[in-house]
Every structure is written in structure tokens, then in C-alpha cells.
């Protein structure tokens, strides 16, 4: 038995060794550029050009001049890629990689949501759809939220959609009042504060570090509370050796590669006793296979109409802009 597992286990190797040597070539070849966010399976962060936040990421995609990008990551990021960047080709390895979050928000219900503030200015969290960004005033992302919401003068009031989570963290930070649309992020909800604080308990010495989609109670009892990029420069910065970690498990890939020697835990979540179910699968269905058939094939890729493109590009151009000073 033990040594039929050893067996699967090298040729699993074998392949995703095969496969990325593949798509190494295939990218040379056809001159396509990966873009990945933090949070994708650690063997296609080995592949990409270029990894990031969400904010990072649709820089990225607005400055670069490349003709083909594949985009591992989830379907909205995707969408915002070729929003931002029309004459680039998206290749998206699997169109059903989704975002909970961004699907507690459809277009219809927030257009119906929308006509209760007629005079409000719409911010919307990055994580949604095109149709949601095209009914928005201008886009954030967890790296600058905070900026977006300061470059609105104080006597405008602001709808906030799709993350309440997000929204409150918000509110308490800026002081300001924001009509919260009622979303949230399955990952970022799972966590039990009670078996973090137990871990906590084991490990007096780590600091709490949390991303700001968590639920309010244990944003409370974080160290640090960022986007995933203002957590790996905090991690790296800080003195301290052990960390607990409240976001998505998939940032623990790219953090261990730049903080060597520091101890990192992903935060328990309620369902399970083992501490990396924080990785959600409907996440991560993008794979070596998906990216390698996807580049061969150059299908599929992100379409939208131009009518809802030109739409949803304007608030994003706003939050680029916003970001720039
Ligand atoms: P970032 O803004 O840190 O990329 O977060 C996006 C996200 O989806 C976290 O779950
Ligand atoms: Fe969406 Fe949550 Fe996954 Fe982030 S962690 S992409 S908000 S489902």
C-alpha cells in the first residue's frame, strides 16, 4: 500500500513537472503572459509572470502591452483583466472558477436595491461582476478602499456593495456612514473565533493577521488587518516569528517562499479540526491540465459587449486613477 501511494505520488510529480515544462514552452511559443493571484494553487504560481493582489493585478493588466494573457484566477478577475485591456486576449483556464462573493451580488437585485438611493454614489469591491461595475461609481480593492471612500467629499452619502464585512471594517475606519449592500465571502466567514483564539492560546507569542472580509469579531483580536499584499509586506516587516493567518490558504505559498524561517498557521476554520480548509475548491479549479489545454487551445477566452465594457471600465478607471497619487 505504501509503496503504491510512493508510486502515485512521483508520477504526480512526474506530471505536473511534464506539464509545466509544457506550458513553459507553449508560452514562449505562442507569447502569452500569466497573470495569478496569490491565492492559486502553489504550482501554477511557479508559471506565472506575474503575481499579485487584485489591485496589483489590474495595474498589471491595464500598463502591460503583452497580446495574450491567461488569467489564473477567479472568473471576475478575469472579466476585469479584459475590461481594462480590450486588445489583449484573456484566456481563462476554467470559466466556472467563481468568487461566493461576488455572487451574492446579481445584477438584478441590485439594480432594485439601487433605486432605494437615487442620490447616493455607488462604491463597489472589485469582487463582482461586469454588470455590477457597470451600475458603480467607481471600484475598490482592499489595498485602497480606504482612499476610494476619502477622494468622495464627506456630505455625499455612499452605497458600499457587495461585502458587509468589508463595509463595516470601513465605516469604523473612516468614520463615514456607507448603505452596505448584504454580502459576504464563504472563505473569509469560516473561520471559528473560538478555536483561534485556542490556537492563539497554544502560540501567546504569533500575531493575528486578517484579511479585512472577515467577520468583525475577529478582525477584533487581529494584529493586522490588510489586503493579501499588505499582509506578506507586514509579515515580512515584523519581528515576530509566528503568525495566524486569516484569509484564503493560498496566500501561504508565495508568503513561505519570501519569509523563510517564520513559522506561518492558517486560522481554524468552524467545519473541520485540520487548520487549511480555508482552501475552497470552487476557488480553485484552475490546474496545470485546465492552463496547458487552455493555452493549446486558446479557448476559452473572456468575452463581453462592448456596450457593458465601456461601462464598467469607467469606475475602474476612476479607482486606477484614485490609486496612482
Ligand atoms: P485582495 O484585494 O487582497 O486581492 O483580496 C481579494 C480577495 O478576493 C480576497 O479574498
Ligand atoms: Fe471571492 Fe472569497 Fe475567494 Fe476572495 S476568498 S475570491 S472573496 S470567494
Not at 438611493?117 to 480606504?146: G, L, R
Amino acid at each position: 500500500m505504501f509503496l503504491l501511494m510512493l508510486r502515485a505520488t512521483s508520477t504526480m510529480k512526474k506530471d505536473i513537472e511534464q506539464l509545466s515544462t509544457e506550458i513553459r514552452l507553449l508560452k514562449e511559443e505562442k507569447g502569452i503572459t500569466i497573470l495569478a493571484h496569490y491565492y492559486q494553487r502553489p504550482e501554477i504560481q511557479q508559471l506565472a509572470d506575474y503575481i499579485g493582489d487584485s489591485l496589483a493585478l489590474s495595474q498589471y493588466a491595464s500598463e502591460c502591452r503583452v497580446q495574450k494573457i491567461l488569467f489564473a484566477g477567479v472568473h471576475f478577475m478575469a472579466e476585469t483583466a479584459k475590461i481594462i485591456n480590450r486588445r489583449a486576449k484573456v484566456l481563462i483556464p476554467d470559466a466556472a472558477a467563481g468568487c461566493s462573493l461576488a455572487d451574492s451580488c446579481t445584477p438584478s437585485a441590485f439594480e432594485q436595491f439601487l433605486k432605494q438611493y437615487p442620490y447616493h454614489k455607488v462604491i463597489s469591491y472589485i469582487n463582482c461582476s461586469a454588470e455590477i461595475k457597470a451600475m458603480s461609481d467607481v471600484i475598490c480593492t482592499s489595498s485602497n478602499a480606504e482612499k476610494v471612500i476619502q477622494s468622495i467629499p464627506r456630505h455625499q452619502p455612499i452605497v458600499f456593495a457587495p461585502d458587509k464585512n468589508l463595509g463595516r471594517y470601513l465605516i469604523a475606519k473612516t468614520g463615514r456612514k456607507l448603505v452596505l449592500w448584504d454580502g459576504a465571502c464563504i472563505v473569509h466567514e469560516s473561520f471559528s473565533i473560538e478555536k483561534l483564539l485556542k490556537l492563539h492560546r497554544q502560540f501567546p507569542e504569533a500575531k493575528i493577521v486578517a484579511h479585512p472580509e472577515a467577520e468583525p469579531h475577529l478582525l477584533k483580536v487581529a494584529h493586522f488587518i490588510g489586503s493579501t499584499s499588505a499582509m506578506i509586506s507586514y509579515i515580512k516587516k515584523s519581528d515576530a516569528d509566528t503568525f495566524i493567518i486569516a484569509t484564503e490558504a493560498g496566500i501561504l505559498h508565495e508568503l513561505q517562499k519570501q519569509v523563510q524561517g517564520k513559522t506561518l498557521i492558517p486560522a481554524p476554520t468552524a467545519e473541520d479540526n485540520t487548520c487549511a480548509s480555508s482552501e475552497w475548491g470552487f476557488m480553485k479549479m484552475n490546474t496545470l491540465e485546465k492552463i496547458h489545454s487552455c493555452m493549446l487551445r486558446e479557448y476559452p477566452t473572456v468575452e463581453i459587449e462592448e456596450c457593458l465594457r465601456l461601462k464598467a471600465l469607467q469606475p475602474l478607471i476612476r479607482m486606477l486613477e484614485i490609486s496612482k497619487n
